[in-house]
């Protein structure tokens, strides 16, 4: 306790002293603060003084002391200001009155004008003998043009200051009249000094003066004006412009060369080819030409004489540069694509002489990209004026390269008129692998529709076609690829495998009819080949009516109908039962043509036909097999069977437009002319086209128009087409240019008249061609849409015309409903239908919404997927679920509850279970984890959505927002599906 006492009263005794010593210093600095005020009073009063007597100098011949005491002064002008800040700050920490220094700036406002005129005086005193008599060459223009106009205005505005000072507005006065005085000078100071004067301007200069003016470092303004060169003004401004602009061209000359010198080409290495390529050249061509365009205008100036070799020079460079590089980009791009040809040694055994030409090219251009690759830069390698020649040599030789790979192409077309379908890579790809026949396999599809693979056997022979469904037709006897014949010539076997295709199916036709006489009919369709399952049970059909109506009339038609039905409710029931997918595929198109059987034969009973004779059974599409003859009537019009091979395909529901559109096609080709589908879109032009093509079994090459086609490319599709026999079917024909169209009807005149006179070779567009006459060329168009042309009337003469409307949606979804084994497939049919007609009407209108045939035939897909699937679920149940699959995912949101109300209304109290994609969101949330984003509710939805559209769609498009997660839905969900490959039909997505 005393301890903390003595403590206290010894900081208490310390406190005391502290404040003593404060107030101490306190009185110290209130004195040095009254003495600054004293000093700084005083001070402002000498400088008071000494401007005052600052006022009254007038000797301009002591400029520069009189400037020196004005230095002098303007120090202690800065003194004092610092000093009265200083003041004033310890004035406000003592908390005293501010003192008010006023009289420093009134004092310093008198001062200014007079330092001013004393300064600028000295300066120009400086100045002046140092311009007139230092060396002209050093002298600086524009310096000199600002200081006198600066020093000038300065003085203009101080003489009406000086008004009432008649000592200062004497020297003012003075000063300004020296001032005006070396102003006249400045112009000439200026054209003298400009940066382009060269000798030859001052040989001019002197001519003009009568005295020789030498650019020496001796030379000075006083000696000009002694000479009089003032007098001379304009030619000396003339000289100056003319000397200036010649000066910009030689500026402008070097920046080119200076831009021109870091420039290097670009390269990247050529695969493996050991070899590079240029790339990257659009900012050198864009500098070359407009390089090329200011030399041009150089070229054409007036000043541009004493540069005019060297403009010149630089001109031929730039365009030799430009016209290398035209040459050189054109080499590269025919090397490339020569090279990867002529690296095959079959192309370069058949071509021998185009060969040895490429190679001498290939030799070149590898030196020359070697030697480009050493030395980038492009003012060094364009230097090189052989350059040019050995490219424009270069681009002669492919020139005649292509023109013998041209003919060497068109020698193996007409060989194989199939290839005339195939663009020239494709061709060479197959050409190119002529050793191997087993390597021509996968380009085997372009040739032929229906084939995919064929069999080998272990000589080479080819024994047996596949289709892309895995259907198998053994060939009547082996192709032989690798006889003496067609070894090397892939073109032959080619033939002889077309040949024989067709000679198999007619030999397996001919045992299919012997042995459906003998065989049950539900065992005959499983094992027999698709395609002449169908051509059969046509042959049959047509026998078995005309039969009846021979023997019985119209009551052997009734007792055919109930026939075909029996026929048809034991494929159904066959259908429901486990299949193969071949089978099942065979059945789901005998369903459709069985269905049609069965309402043609009810419509004929209907109206009482009785003899084969009645155009109502004329009218429709007829099959007979007579002396091992396949033959396909309707009307008047008959068309032998093609046998062509086109796999286990799908057939068109037929629909009475559809039978309307056969009759129109039909006849058409009896008056050999083509066809021309013509409506709006989805109403199955092409595709009605292309069934007919496969109710007579010809091949039919579908070709999308568009407006970039020209007469050339036609004509080469028009070859192919009148050598091999094939169909054609031209989609949005009328997209085509006008001009264009009217060469086509030449062509395809010249094809028709060939078939009327019968004849089996004609001459096309130059060339001397075969003649098939099965060949057929059919047209389909959009009339009245953007973009369209309309035809020329020498093209429509060679086409009938056929008015195509929107199809009995529900009659097409009832049948192929009915061909996938639903038995409620009416009323499902127009459940279907209605709920997208509701659509249409209810919901928001959308560019992404489609609501046509397009839509019913991906619900159709997908409600046979899924009863595939699950084949004891209910109907109506698999039917609603296809109808959400194909449609929810892309709504807007806004739709989906009215559509929820549409489909709750047509299918009442059913609800579809939620599919089970428990493997699948597993993966889905594996891949979010590893990809860094939240894995929500949405995405999840979305991409699942977006997974039962790929199911039934070839090729969709993602909509929506941005940042509504479009690209991370379609990686999340390939990420996923590729990590469950096996599993449930999931497999790799790249």
């Avoid at 020139?399 to 061709?427: C, W």
């Avoid at 109908?561 to 299949?579: A, M």
């Avoid at 949101?893 to 597993?922: C, K, M, N, Q, R």
């Amino acid at each position: 306790m005393r301890c903390c006492v003595c403590l206290a009263h010894k900081l208490f005794q310390a406190r005391q002293d502290v404040v003593s010593l404060m107030d101490e210093d306190r009185v110290k600095f209130m004195g040095e603060l009254q003495d600054a005020q004293a000093h700084l009073t005083s001070d402002i009063e000498g400088l008071e003084r000494d401007v005052k007597s600052l006022k009254a100098y007038e000797q301009l011949e002591n400029a520069d002391e009189y400037a020196e005491t004005v230095r002098i002064l303007q120090e202690r002008f800065s003194e004092a200001e610092k000093t009265a800040e200083l003041i004033n700050s310890r004035e406000n920490l003592f908390s005293f009155p501010i003192s008010s220094f006023g009289a420093i700036q009134q004092v310093q406002q008198d001062f200014e004008p007079y330092a001013k005129l004393w300064l600028t005086a000295a300066d120009c005193q400086h100045y002046f003998p140092e311009w007139r008599y230092g060396s002209f060459l050093s002298l600086d223009a524009e310096t000199i043009e600002r200081e006198v106009t600066t020093w000038w205005k300065s003085v203009f505005k101080l003489q009406k200051v000086f008004e009432t000072s008649k000592e200062a507005l004497q020297v003012a006065t003075r000063l300004r009249e020296d001032l005006d005085e070396f102003k006249g000078h400045v112009p000439l100071i200026q054209a003298l000094r400009t940066p382009g004067l060269r000798e030859r301007h001052w040989a001019n200069l002197s001519q003009s003066v009568g005295t020789e003016i030498r650019p020496e470092q001796g030379l000075t303004l006083q000696y000009m004006l002694e000479v009089g060169v003032a007098k001379y003004e304009s030619a000396v401004s003339e000289l100056a412009d003319v000397a200036a602009k010649e000066y910009s061209f030689e500026k402008a000359l070097d920046k080119m060369r200076t831009e021109w010198s870091d420039l290097s080409f670009d390269l990247q290495a050529y695969k493996d080819t050991g070899t590079f390529t240029l790339r990257g050249l659009d900012d050198m061509t864009n500098l070359l030409d407009d390089h090329i365009m200011k030399a041009q205008a150089m070229r054409g100036s007036p000043f541009i004489k004493p540069l005019e070799k060297a403009v010149l020079e630089w001109n031929a460079f730039l365009i030799r540069t430009q016209e290398t590089l035209d040459e050189w980009l054109q080499l590269q791009k025919t090397w490339l694509y020569l090279e990867p040809i002529f690296s095959s040694p079959d192309i370069m055994r058949q071509m021998p002489q185009e060969g040895r030409r490429f190679q001498a090219v290939d030799r070149m251009f590898r030196q020359t990209m070697e030697n480009v690759h050493k030395e980038p830069s492009i003012v060094i390698t364009m230097s090189n004026e052989a350059l040019l020649g050995h490219f424009v040599e270069a681009n002669k030789l492919l020139d005649q390269v292509q023109k013998g790979l041209n003919d060497y192409l068109e020698t193996k077309r007409t060989a194989f008129p199939r290839f005339y379908f195939l663009s020239n890579d494709e061709l060479l790809d197959i050409l190119a692998e002529t050793k191997d026949p087993r390597r021509v396999i996968p380009h085997l599809p372009k040739c032929f529709e229906g084939i995919a693979n064929v069999t080998f056997e272990s000589n080479l022979d080819i024994t047996e076609m596949v289709s892309f469904e895995g259907e198998c037709v053994k060939f009547s006897r082996a192709v032989q690829p690798d006889n003496d014949r067609n070894r090397g010539n892939v073109e032959l076997w080619l033939l002889e495998l077309e040949d024989i295709m067709r000679e198999s199916l007619k030999n397996v036709l001919s045992n299919a009819i012997q042995a459906y006489k003998q065989e049950k009919r539900t065992d005959f369709v499983q094992v027999w080949p698709g395609q002449i399952v169908l051509a059969v049970d046509c042959i049959d059909m047509t026998h078995i009516v005309e039969t009846a109506l021979e023997q019985s009339g119209v009551e052997g038609l009734k007792q055919v109908e109930q026939r075909f039905s029996k026929e048809l409710q034991d494929i159904v029931l066959l259908v429901r039962g486990q299949l193969t997918e071949l089978a099942r595929t065979t059945l789901a198109a005998l369903v459709v043509i069985d269905v049609h059987n069965r309402d043609v034969v009810a419509q004929l009973a209907k109206e009482g036909v009785s003899t084969v004779h009645d155009f109502e059974w004329n009218a429709q599409l007829r099959y007979y097999f007579r002396e091992e003859v396949g033959v396909v009537s309707q009307v008047n019009a008959s068309l032998d069977y093609g046998y062509e091979y086109l796999g286990n395909s799908a057939r068109l529901v037929i629909t009475p437009l559809t039978d309307r559109c056969y009759r129109t096609l039909m006849g058409a080709l009896h008056l050999q002319l083509g066809g021309a589908p013509q409506g709006p879109a989805g109403t199955g032009k092409t595709e009605t086209t292309k069934d007919l093509s496969k109710a007579v079994a010809k091949q039919c090459v579908v070709f999308n128009c568009s407006d970039g086609l020209d007469y050339l490319a036609m004509a080469k599709f028009f070859k192919g087409l009148a050598s091999c026999g094939a169909w054609s079917c031209f989609d949005e024909f009328n997209r085509i240019e006008l001009e264009v169209l009217s060469v086509i009807a030449q062509q395809i005149l010249t094809i028709q008249q060939g078939i009327r006179k019968q004849m089996k070779r004609i001459v096309f567009e130059g060339s001397d061609i075969s003649l098939n006459w099965s060949c057929a060329t059919f047209i389909t168009m959009n009339p009245g849409y953007a973009g369209r042309t309309e035809l020329p009337d020498n093209l429509k003469a060679l086409f009938r015309p056929c008015a195509m409307m929107i199809p009995d949606y529900a009659m097409i979804a009832e049948i192929v409903l009915y061909s996938f084994g639903y038995t409620e497939a009416r009323n499902l049919a127009r459940k279907v239908v209605y709920s997208l007609r509701l659509s249409s009407e209810q919901l928001s209108s959308q560019d992404h919404y489609d609501f046509g045939m397009r839509a019913v035939k991906s619900i159709l897909t997908a409600a046979g997927q899924l009863k595939r699937k699950h084949p004891e679920s209910p109907e109506d149940v698999l039917c609603l679920r296809a109808i959400n699959d194909v449609n929810l995912p892309k709504f807007v949101e806004a739709d989906l509850p009215l559509f929820e109300g549409i489909t709750s209304d047509l299918f009442l109290g059913i609800s579809v279970p939620a599919p089970d994609y428990s493997a699948l969101i597993e993966k889905m949330k594996e891949a979010a984890q590893e990809m860094q984003v939240d894995f929500t509710k949405t995405m999840v939805r979305k991409a699942v959505q977006l997974y039962e559209t790929i199911c039934v769609r070839h090729g969709l498009m993602v909509v929506g927002l941005t940042l509504s997660m479009k690209t991370t839905c379609i990686k999340l969900l390939a990420s996923a599906m590729t990590k469950l490959d096996g599993m449930d039909g999931f497999h790799t997505v790249r």
